[in-house]
């Protein structure tokens, strides 16, 4: 039997892979599971996206062009003018997801052997995306303690190498919930100027920003046009993660024509997600206000409820709908696992991301989880209730 | 500006790539250009597909499962148990397009720098998957004068280094629409198996099988069952391209375990492509009796008519809906530019794919060009006449 290559133990675990089976194990138990772990939002899809879907009237399910339908570019191309993103259809490639996107960015970016700097804790599935694209993941240290803000230049600077091409940021962060002033950005963008490095930004969660705080792109920062590429993607802003579309935005052509030709070896992204995506942007803004002031109440109640739990810490989240939290025991993992296997509190318990699967340095995380805000607040009551009463009884709490 | 990554100059062009922009200029003068270049059917969508898209019933368009949803992999495991292919569905995960199964294929299965053997002319894109996953491509030639049969073993093993991983081939063909015996697989099956190496089949083209010849499966081959991985599409299939839905399917754990996480890091396939992918599954067998009668009589009236004229061969394609067709010209490149570029009788012109694009040895496929014969019989006769009088015309004819 021929010898499988080495990428998958190359790459970093999912976090709750492992946990899968237990959760499935508990739920034929009978057991209440409540889904913290997952970024998939119980918000129904726009009824513009759904119609679309439903009067779908070709009789051919046709590729699209390889960059996406011009249509949906074009009209992509207006909204994102309207947030103050200066770009044209033809400096949008409309992907497979955004995880398309940042596999475009990689590949077209940076060679075999390159390094990549992303603060930690990152999205896992960046690991996922650089172990394909043979790219080097080295990771720049945030912590819980001071809200996972970005780490001082002086601690980039440190890691830069002769293979060092880009820096990854995800802004409004998944999994920390942090939001990048622009004052932070500009600090990244002088960095990436200086030592001549792409910047890729992850910005799907861009309409996911609380307390009154404005999203900055990275596209509007100034001197560093050809080294920025967005990647974004419909399926949190409008909760259709399912149709698989996202963009991959940049204003250095070379990329786009680099990008392009990745594009087109996988002919085209899918079209019905596409004939959902080009109509959801039609959706009106009544929608997006009711799905915000929903997560802002989350967000209020449950991390309010997490810190009221003894010994337990989580920073309030100022974008997205995901925070790291701090908790009193020896080993997320095992707490998770345990939590599926061997608790209960009134036949329910939750299932939860443990953090050590989002870092890449060994052994940071240990004591900390992500969590999801993407349940109703009477589901998130039960599930802080769940967590203060499983950490009474761990067997290893500390 | 910091300098792209090589990996796009790295790509072979696509065929028709340059071609485009010609095309889209001579429409724009109002010429009739007759699409030979593309595998995109002109066929109907199967009803039941699209019936299924307009009655989507969910209020979120969530995720599936990573490896494709569980009822369209139990499905999909039943069809291929009744063609004889013995799986069942955790040996299958639903892709992105046949595409991502390639795509995941060399990735589980190839370290960057491993090397892939694949008969020549083949589908450009597999080039372009193998430089994503920095693998490399070796050619082996096959030619128009044997109806590009499967090379001899010998000339298989003269390609065979210590490097050499896996041999891949299409099958029918696509570019050039030969069908692969039981036999010839057989014979390819002894290498795999003496070499240890792993052999790729793309058999997205399974029911294009003429003149009572019998599609036979890699899947079906004795002794080689782990080495085996199967790619495959509803694209064709079901005419229905744009879903955007393939499946990797081998009875190999571990290359199924390896592709999971890749799956993994990209979330999911598109949730409305399997929708129309699993409904497909119930398309009555009179759509493809119809389906098949419609190529067939497309093949023998094209194939024919491209025999006629004068010094143009085409060989009897026994599969798919390609054939590879070499002319009297000095270049073929040039020549399908000059159709679109300064060529027209009655105020039309075809727009064909040149061969030099499907070859990766530098300088074959010169006096070759593909041709797909996905347009109806009007159509055709229409494209072989302009092409009988391009050709006697061209400056270049030799």
């Known amino acids: 039997m021929p010898k499988i290559s080495n990428r998958g133990s190359q790459m970093q675990a999912s976090p709750i892979r492992k ?9 034929k138990k009978g057991i209440k599971v409540y889904h913290l772990n997952i970024g998939q939002p119980d918000i129904k899809t726009p009824q513009t996206a759904l119609d679309a879907i439903r009067n779908f009237n ?23 003018q309207q947030i103050g993103i200066n770009v044209n259809e ?22 075999h052997g390159d390094e990549v700097i992303i603060p930690e804790p990152f999205y896992t599935n960046y690991n996922g995306f650089a172990t394909a694209a043979g790219v080097i993941v080295v990771p720049i240290t945030s912590t819980i303690d001071d809200g996972f803000a970005l780490p001082p230049i002086a601690e980039f600077e440190k890691l830069i190498t002769p293979k060092t091409k880009a820096i990854t940021i995800c802004n409004p962060n998944n999994p920390t919930g942090y ?3 622009k004052e932070e950005l500009e600090q990244l963008s002088e960095i990436v100027k200086k030592h001549d490095l792409f910047l890729f930004a992850d910005e799907v969660y861009r309409e996911f920003c609380y307390d009154g705080e404005e999203h900055f792109s990275v596209m509007k920062l100034k001197n560093i046009e050809q080294n920025v590429v ?30 392009m030709k990745f594009a087109q070896a996988r002919l085209s992204p ?24 929903e997560y802002i109440s989350r967000r ?13 810490m989580a920073p309030m989240p100022k974008g997205a709908f995901y925070s790291i939290v701090r908790l009193p025991i020896d080993d997320s993992d095992k707490f ?17 991301a443990p953090a050590s699967g989002f870092y890449s340095t060994e052994g940071l995380g240990r004591d900390e989880v992500r969590v999801a805000y993407v349940l109703n607040n009477d589901e998130l009551a039960n599930a802080a209730k769940v967590i203060e009463e499983a950490l009474k009884v761990y067997p290893g709490r500390i």
Chains 1, 2 share one sequence.
């Open 270 to 293: 899918p079209s019905l997600g596409q004939v959902a995506g080009e109509a959801s942007l039609d959706t009106p803004q009544e929608y997006f206000t009711e799905v915000y002031d």
């Open 19 to 27: 946990l899968v089976p237990y959760a499935e194990v508990a739920k």
């Open 90 to 111: 033809n400096e949008i490639i409309v992907t497979t997801g955004g995880s398309e996107a940042i596999q475009f960015a990689m590949l077209s970016c940076m060679n």
């Open 179 to 181: 939001l990048y002033s």
């Open 336 to 352: 998770c696992q345990w939590l599926l296997e061997d608790f209960t509190y009134k036949n329910q318990t939750v299932m939860l």
């Open 300 to 312: 209020n109640f449950f991390i309010g409820a997490l810190n009221k739990i003894d010994k337990v």
């Open 58 to 80: 070709f009789d051919v399910i046709e590729y699209s062009h390889s960059a996406g339908n011009e249509s949906y570019r074009k009209k992509l191309a207006k909204s994102y």
């Open 230 to 259: 967005m990647m974004d993607s419909v399926s949190k802003r409008y909760s259709e993660c399912g149709v698989r579309i996202g963009t991959m935005v940049t204003k250095n052509k070379e990329i786009i024509e680099t990008a």
